[in-house]
């Protein structure tokens, strides 16, 4: 009797520790999207600033040959 109490309870740990394991799997996926997607919209920030920063420049170009003339 005992020595299915033990195997039994043995059993019950054993499926705890998959249970943790796959939300702790499951959990670094989602920051690992989390991160990336992070990236991805700082990189487009990046290109709208830059972008934003040609096209002033273009204008202060343009703006000085007007002067000139």
């Not at 309870?9 to 943790?20: E, K, M, P, S, W």
């Not at 830059?50 to 003339?69: F, S």
């Amino acid at each position: 009797m005992k020595q299915l109490i033990v195997v039994i309870l043995v059993i019950l740990l054993a499926g705890c520790g998959v249970d943790t394991a796959t939300t702790a799997a499951t959990s670094a996926a989602i920051k690992q999207q989390e991160v990336d997607q992070g990236k991805k919209t700082m990189e487009q920030a990046k290109l709208k600033a830059e972008q934003a920063a040609q096209q002033i420049q273009q204008r202060a170009e343009q703006t000085g040959a007007a002067a000139d003339k």
